[in-house]
Nanobody, 129 residues
Framework: QVQLVESGGGSVQAGGSLRLSCAAS????????MEWFRQAPGKEREGVAA?????????TDSVKGRFTISKDNAKNTLYLYLQMNSLKPDDTAMYYC?????????????????????WGQGTQVSVSS
């Protein structure tokens, strides 16, 4: 059973930084995609940054140059990170970690939410001006 647990959210002022973490357990396929999504009140869930098992990455245009997605394989747990720099009030949202097995990234496209079937509970990021 795949489990995803996010941490690292918080409140910062514009221009500040935060690092989100997601601990993923139960992934058995050597090919997978993992992605950070965010959802602000009244808005649709948006893909922010994705990475696959080979380390290919993709980002939505609004975060390119500011956010960096990375991963680290530990013994029985995969850790997904999102380093967020130069944060803006528009980055305020609940951030979710998602995973999908038997998946690879291509063409710089950020997969959509319906392509994932494993989700974490979310962590809140609030950026004040």
């Amino acid at each position: 059973q795949v489990q995803l647990v996010e941490s690292g959210g918080g409140s910062v002022q514009a221009g500040g930084s935060l690092r989100l973490s997601c601990a993923a357990s139960g992934l058995t396929n050597s090919m997978y995609c993992m992605e950070w999504f965010r959802q602000a009140p009244g808005k649709e869930r948006e893909g922010v940054a994705a990475i696959d098992a080979a380390g290919r990455t993709s980002y939505t245009d609004s975060v390119k140059g500011r956010f960096t997605i990375s991963k680290d394989n530990a013994k029985n747990t995969l850790y997904l990170y999102l380093q967020m720099n130069s944060l803006k009030p528009d980055d305020t949202a609940m951030y979710y970690c998602a995973a999908q097995e038997a998946c690879t990234l291509g063409g710089g496209i950020v997969p959509q939410a319906f392509e994932y079937n494993h989700w974490g509970q979310g962590t809140q990021v609030s950026v004040s001006s």
